[in-house]
């Protein structure tokens, strides 16, 4: 089982920027491909990029140019830079594997564009 905690969520102005972060327990994410999801409130959860354990990475359109996701094997961890924000943003940002793994959705982060 791998527990996930993702923070670094926030209020942040159009344009800006948030640097999420998402820390795993378990030896086994060092062999899991992971990945960023995204659910607005009545909407189905997203997928927003992918990296795989050797790094190589993978964006939703929307995201590309603008979404950064970087993973560090030695600290369980993955992250992701979001940049150039807009109000569409604001939503709730999950991390898990990809596929992902049912039982270990955490709580997600909040972030919130807006003036």
């Known amino acids: 089982q791998v527990q996930l905690v993702e923070s670094g969520g926030g209020l942040v102005q159009p344009g800006g920027s948030l640097r999420l972060s998402c820390a795993a327990s378990g030896s086994i994410f060092k062999s899991l491909r992971m990945a960023w999801y995204r659910q607005a409130p009545g909407k189905e959860r997203d997928l927003v990029a992918t990296i795989t354990q050797g790094g190589s990475t993978y964006y939703a359109d929307a995201m590309k140019g603008r979404f950064t996701i970087s993973r560090d094997n030695a600290k369980n961890t993955v992250h992701q830079q979001l940049n150039s924000l807009q109000a569409e943003d604001t939503v709730v940002y999950y991390c898990?594997?990809?596929?992902?793994?049912?039982?270990?959705w955490g709580q997600g982060t909040q972030v919130t564009v807006s003036s």
């Open positions: 898990n594997a990809n596929p992902a793994l049912r039982r270990c």
